[in-house]
């Protein structure tokens, strides 16, 4: 089972960015597809953005749209989430996910992704 390692979250103002990291323990990300999530407290965990396996497709909820930036960097098998004009209503916690040879429809839900990192909390407050 892949191991996921997510860092970088922390306190932010609004309108400051963030950038978070999740490292996977495999040799290759390749056959990958990466989903970020959230949870905020007392809502339902939902999906934030997604990169598919391969040379896959590039999925981000609404309401991140034109301020979120998902990448991979191949050579330290990691997938970074880069945070811009960030809202209070970005304050949750992150978490990256992992499916092999998945391909992001733009509807991903979490039962569609099979290992989890433990989480990052994002907090964006004055």
């Known amino acids: 089972q892949v191991q996921l390692v997510e860092s970088g979250g922390g306190l932010v103002q609004p309108g400051g960015s963030l950038r978070l990291s999740c490292a996977a323990s495999?040799?290759?990300?390749?056959?990958?597809?990466i989903g970020w999530f959230r949870q905020a407290p007392g809502k339902e965990r939902e999906g934030v953005s997604c990169?598919?396996?391969?040379?896959?497709?590039?999925y981000y909820a609404d309401s991140v749209k034109g301020r979120f930036t998902i990448s991979r960097d191949n050579a330290k098998n990691t997938v970074y989430l880069q945070m811009n004009s960030l809202k209070p209503d970005d304050t949750a916690v992150y978490y990256c996910?992992?499916?092999?040879?998945?391909?992001?429809?733009?509807?991903?839900?979490?039962?569609?992704?099979?290992?989890w990192g433990q989480g990052t909390q994002v907090t964006v407050s004055s």
């Open positions: 996910a992992t499916r092999q040879y998945y391909v992001c429809t733009g509807s991903d839900r979490s039962a569609d992704f099979r290992s």
């Open positions: 495999v040799s290759t990300l390749y056959d990958l597809a």
């Open positions: 990169t598919s396996s391969g040379l896959g497709r590039t």
